[in-house]
Every structure is written in C-alpha cells, then in structure tokens.
C-alpha cells in the first residue's frame, strides 16, 4: 500500500506541529582530500575540530563518524565534570578543562545547561581519609579549588547522604570540589559541531574508516563506508574502538576496551544537590536538571565491544545507593545502558605522536573523559597545528610506557569518571 | 546473568568467575635479551580485538581452577571449548 496520508488527516486532532527547527550542520558529501581528517566524531572529535577552526584558522577538515554525531559515549556518559585529580600532570589538563567549561556556553553560542554544583568524594576508611587529605592539598597547591569536610560538613553539604557509623562503610569525610558539576551531554556536542560547521568543517556521518593507505612513515589516506579520502594530517579520536584502528596500522599500544554502564531513576523532585562519588563502594550519582537520578558504576572486569554490562554490576551499584541514600530505596530505575570505553594500565590518556609521521593519538580516556572534552580539544587542535604536542598534554604520549613516566591515576585520584 | 561453563563443574553464574586477560601473552623466552620497548610491550601491551579472543579465566568462587576459553567480544559469547591448563 503507498502512504497517502497527508497533513490534512492529522488536523482535526488539532495537532499544529510547529516548523522544523533549523538543522544544526549540514549533511556534505566526502571531498577527495582534506589537511586535517579527524577519525570519531564524539565529543573530542568535535571540540578538536572546534579549536583547529577558532585558535588556528585550520578549516579544510572533516570529522568522520561511522554511526551518528556524537552516538558514542559521548551519548552514554553520565557528565560529571571535575579536576581534582592527584598529580601535576591531571591537574594540568583537566583543570584547563574546566577553565574553558566555565566559558564555553559564551564561546559556543550554545546553552550547554553547565551547572557547577560541586563534587563529594566520600573517603570511608583510614587509608581513604589519609589519600584524600592528600589530594586536597595536592589539589591545592596546584590551583584546583579542593576542601577536606567531615561527616557533618558532608551532611551539610548533602543533607540524604547518612552519615551515621552503623552501616556498611560508615562515611569517615569527604573532598569536595565546589567548582565541579554537571552539563548536558548532547547539547555539548550539538554545540561544538554547530561550530565547526559553521566554519565550513564537514561532518561526515555514517562514514566509518575501514583501512588506511600508507607511504612509508606517512598516511596518504583513509578507505571508508563512502570512499577513499586522501589527508595532510589523521587524528584518532575513536574511544573505544582505537584498537580496531591501531591494529590496521600495525601500532601497538596499552589499550583495553571495556563495557561502561550507567542508569537512570524515574524523574523525582529535586532532592539531590550536588554529586556524590564513593569509589570504595563503587557508585556515583547526581540528579538531573530534569529530575533523574543519573548513576554510575564501575567496569565489567572482561572486555567486551557489545555496548551491554552484566547486570551484576548493577546490582551491587544499587545496594551501594541505597545504602548511602536510604530515601532513594522506593525509586525506580528507568533504564540502564552501557559503552565501550578504552582503559590504559594508568587511568590516564594516551595522547601525542605514534610512527606514523602524520597521524597523532588521542586514546585511553576511560571512564573519564567527558570532563576533558573542551581542554583535549584545545591541546590536540594545536598539537596538529604545530606538528608538537601542547605542553599540558606531552606528559601523555605513548613512549611513557617505555621510559616508565607512569601518571598513575588509579584509586588516590579517585579516579573512576 | 550469564553462564560460564566450567570445563570441572559445569555450567555456573558469571559472578563465580575471573577475566584472567588474554592467553596469547608467552613469557619472554630470553628476558635478558629484552630492550625497554620490547619490555613495555611485554608488561603493559595486551591484543584487544573485536571478535573472537582468546583468554583466561578463573573459576574464583567455584572450584578455583584456570582454565582457557574462546569468547566473542562483540557479543560476550563464550564461542569455543574450554580448556584446562595450557592455552
Ligand atoms: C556509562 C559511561 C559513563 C561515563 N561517565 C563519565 C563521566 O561522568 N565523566 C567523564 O568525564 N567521562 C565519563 N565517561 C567517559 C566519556 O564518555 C569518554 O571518555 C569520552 O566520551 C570519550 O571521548 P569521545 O566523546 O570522543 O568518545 P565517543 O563519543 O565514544 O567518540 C568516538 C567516536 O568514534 C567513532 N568511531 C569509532 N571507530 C570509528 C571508525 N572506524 N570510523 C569512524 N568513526 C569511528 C565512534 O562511533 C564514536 O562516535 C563515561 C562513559 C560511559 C560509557
Ligand atoms: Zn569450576
């Protein structure tokens, strides 16, 4: 049967659908060449993209993604935004983060509904409190706004957290970052990639990098979904999936994809007002501006590229919540998913140079790098700009696993998002 | 909840098991001869395919034995036979 409804049968149920509102990109067809061809349009892709255009006037780019802008994680995270990280180096990048967050909705033209509502991270044993003391003043003397509170502070500052001594893993204190929080994921990414198009960069969706052509210590090419594109300069931006392209082009790099799942509560009123983060007993949660509580977890211990978790991990997130939160015991869960997020043997990035001449690197973000979206994007368009690594991101390159300069963010940095 | 099979005790919940990494990893046979990147690439690299992977695992709250499996990472299927002892 041909479709012949039209408008028409729809208005007697009074439905007036307003206008299409303006896309935010065009959909271009692939050019043959580019200078720049940036593989994964997430939000990293897109804020590199972004940045290449508005510090270095770099503009003959594409972003190539094999599914839809910003599908990947940058669709599943769960936004928490902090840089409270324990060394120097994490300090750097992510405190640079947060620097341009604070400015980012002005310098988009775009609401990004960043909401800086602070971080707790809950310490609850002795060894806990020790690290996290340590982190504050570790935090501190690099410039990154960091506080020690005891249970009552925390009360104070999060009036459902239950503080008292008899359950589980009694909360001993907390750090809180007051200038942490919140954005909304997809707005971010609609509000890079507005950008970049505007600039005349083309999005390419549904165009997945399957091979690359290669001369030497150079890349000459890329083969995709919608035909083979000839680049100056390759960035990987493809998260979870960097080893599938690493593996074409015969790099070996520390690099483990892992499932990553996060869920959400049915909307509830505004209860919770800051971001709470235990990594002892492995849950985080904030609330949304729409009123779900977003909660995180850890990593499926085996590796997978299924975008699905075991459902043991959720459980055990759950008795966690509860526990902290009793009033969350009657709320119910809407829906849960998962991601492939890409995990490096020190919880730190892989950015910089790799063998091949033209191609540069940006991996290993983890479960946490949705908060260094706008510091990476800055760093990596320049590193593609000057042919060198940003100084805040040279601490990240690949050789670190050779030369053993380590940036080992596990657990003292509380690491987990 | 997912079923391992156990090559000992049979089929068992997921949450009984360990992920032990891939099985494809040999120690070095001359470890003396080893330069540093040989060594970084030794300690810190691991295959991470999409597709078929061959690995270890740990029956950790069951019998406590390792054994070798065949898993698809794309879909979380355990594909081949299980194995005790050596991949
Ligand atoms: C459940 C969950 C919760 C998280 N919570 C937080 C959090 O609270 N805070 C935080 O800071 N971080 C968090 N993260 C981590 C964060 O989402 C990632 O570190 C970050 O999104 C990675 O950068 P990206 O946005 O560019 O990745 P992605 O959005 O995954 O982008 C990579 C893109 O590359 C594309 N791609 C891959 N291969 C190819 C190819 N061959 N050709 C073309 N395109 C390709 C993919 O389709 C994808 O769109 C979380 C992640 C998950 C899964
Ligand atoms: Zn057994």
Redesign the pocket.
């Known amino acids: 049967m041909t479709p012949t409804t039209t408008p028409q049968h729809f208005s007697g149920l009074g439905a007036h659908l307003p206008e299409h509102p303006e896309h935010l990109w065009r959909n271009p067809e692939p050019k043959r060449s580019y200078d720049v061809v940036i ?9 590199t993209a972004h940045y290449l255009a508005r510090n270095h006037g770099i503009t003959n780019v594409a972003v ?4 839809w ?14 840089s409270n990280y324990l060394w120097d180096e994490s300090a750097g990048i992510y405190e640079h983060a947060l620097e341009l967050w604070e400015g980012l909705e002005e310098d988009l033209g775009y609401p990004i509904l960043f909401s800086q509502r602070g971080v707790l991270n809950l310490a609850h044993t002795e060894q806990d409190v020790r690290d996290s003391v340590c982190r504050v003043e570790a935090n501190r003397l690099n410039g990154v706004d960091a506080e020690w509170l005891g249970p009552d502070e925390v009360a104070k500052v999060c009036p459902i957290v239950n503080v008292s001594s008899d359950i589980r893993y009694p909360v001993q204190g907390a750090t809180f970052q007051p200038r942490a929080g ?1 954005a909304k ?1 997809d707005y971010v ?1 609609w509000g890079f990639a507005r950008r970049a198009d505007q600039a005349g960069i083309d999005l390419l969706q549904h ?4 091979g690359f052509t290669t001369d030497g210590d150079r890349v000459t090419g890329l083969r ?1 979904t919608r035909g083979d594109i000839a680049c100056g300069t390759v960035a990987l ?6 080893s ?2 690493l593996d074409q082009l015969g790099i070996a790099a520390p690099l483990q994809s892992h ?4 869920l959400v509560s049915e909307l509830l009123e505004p209860v919770h007002p800051t971001i709470v983060m235990s990594n002892a007993v492995h849950v ?1 949660v904030s609330q949304a501006h729409k009123g779900e509580l977003v909660m ?1 977890a850890g990593i499926d211990a085996a590796t997978g590229y299924g975008q699905r978790g075991s459902f043991s991990i959720i459980e055990r997130q759950m008795a966690a919540a509860v526990e902290l939160f009793p009033v969350f015991a009657r709320a119910h869960l809407l829906r849960s ?6 995990v490096t043997p020190d919880a730190s990035p892989i950015i910089g140079r790799t063998p091949y001449d033209n191609v540069v690197l ?1 991996c290993g ?9 706008p510091g ?1 994007g800055w760093c990596l368009a320049h590193t593609i700009a000057h042919g060198e690594p940003h100084p805040l991101v040279a601490p990240f390159g690949l050789d670190r696993f050779t030369t053993g300069a380590l940036v080992d963010e596990h657990g003292a940095a509380a690491v987990a ?1 | 909840m997912q079923l391992i099979r156990c090559p000992w005790c049979g089929p068992r919940e997921e949450t009984e098991f360990h992920p032990g990494g891939p099985a494809t990893v040999p120690y070095p046979a001359d470890p003396a001869a080893l330069s540093d990147a040989d060594w970084a690439r030794f300690v810190f690299v691991r295959p991470n395919p999409k597709g078929p992977s061959r690995e270890w695992w740990a029956h950790s709250a069951g019998c406590r034995r390792w054994f070798a499996a065949e898993r698809d990472t794309r879909t979380h299927r355990f594909t081949g036979p299980m194995t005790a002892g050596a991949p």
């Open positions: 593989v994964g349009g997430g939000g990293h892709g897109l804020a190539l993604e094999k599914g802008l910003a599908g990947g994680n940058m669709a599943r995270n769960t936004t928490l935004i902090r919140i994921h990414a165009c997945e990098v399957t995709t931006c493809a998260a979870g999936h960097t599938v392209l499932p990553l799942q996060a985080y995180g998913w998962a991601g492939v997020v890409d940006n973000w983890g479960t946490g790098g949705f908060k260094a979206t990476l998002h």
